[in-house]
Antibody, heavy 119, light 110 residues
Framework: QVQLVESGGGLVKPGGSLRLSCAAS????????MSWIRQAPGKGLEWVSYISSSGSTIYYADSVKGRFTISRDNAKNSLYLQMNSLRAEDTAVYYC????????????WGRGTLVTVSS | QSALTQPASVSGSPGQSITISCTGTSSDVGGYNYVSWYQQHPGKAPKLMIYDVSKRPSGVSNRFSGSKSGNTASLTISGLQAEDEADYYCSSYTSSSTYVFGTGTKVTVL
């Protein structure tokens, strides 16, 4: 069925790195822009990054620019988020979401993966 | 990019109508008809309820409707039901080719 499944979350020390993955199924992954969105515990949603269907266009939120890198492998139907120089404020559930390009909304979400940055 | 402003909480009795506002700027809400709304139940992923200001995805109840005036978008839930109790977030595309979410509104069904 049509779904997104995130993985790779866990506990990491401040300054450390982590790579999140999102496996897509049930739709033509290479046709869609994709995005990462996060939610700190008890807080609201925060957009993190998006990538175009080909990977040629990428945008980041100012809060993660220079530390996080979004990428995708269309042959593997997978989206990635490489997170470096992690801070306590990066602690959140990270959601993978499908973007409807041109109308600019998120029509399919994964269940999320929790990243905890703590010493 | 600052978060869009939503009321922290809104409540209503079953059957009533409630409206949640979402205020931004001319660089986001006011500049584009790319406002969307998401419903999130505790411990669950967000679910798309409205896109392009006022369009409803297939499967979403017609009790949910959206509108926009200037820099403020609104989500109205009519005929409030117990299952509507959740957090709601607005989102807008921005002039920087990025996205911004609202601060979130907790809807309580009395």
């Amino acid at each position: 069925q049509v779904q997104l499944v995130e993985s790779g979350g866990g506990l990491v020390k401040p300054g450390g790195s982590l790579r999140l993955s999102c496996a897509a199924s049930g739709f033509t992954f290479s046709d869609y822009y994709m995005s990462w969105i996060r939610q700190a515990p008890g807080k609201g949603l925060e957009w993190v990054s998006y990538i175009s269907s080909s990977g040629s266009t990428i945008y980041y939120a100012d809060s993660v620019k220079g530390r996080f890198t979004i990428s995708r492998d269309n042959a593997k139907n997978s989206l990635y988020l490489q997170m470096n120089s992690l801070r306590a404020e990066d602690t959140a559930v990270y959601y993978c979401a499908r973007v409807v390009h041109g109308d600019w909304y998120f029509d399919l979400w994964g269940r999320g993966t929790l990243v905890t940055v703590s010493s | 990019q600052s978060a869009l402003t939503q009321p922290a909480s809104v409540s209503g009795s079953p059957g009533q109508s409630i409206t949640i506002s979402c205020t931004g700027t001319s660089s986001d809400v006011g500049g584009y008809n790319y406002v969307s709304w998401y419903q999130q139940h505790p411990g669950k992923a967000p679910k798309l309820m409205i896109y392009d200001v006022s369009k409803r995805p297939s499967g979403v109840s017609n009790r949910f409707s959206g509108s926009k005036s200037g820099n403020t978008a609104s989500l109205t839930i009519s005929g409030l039901q117990a299952e509507d109790e959740a957090d709601y977030y607005c989102s807008s595309y921005t002039s920087s080719s990025t996205y911004v979410f609202g601060t979130g509104t907790k809807v309580t069904v009395l």
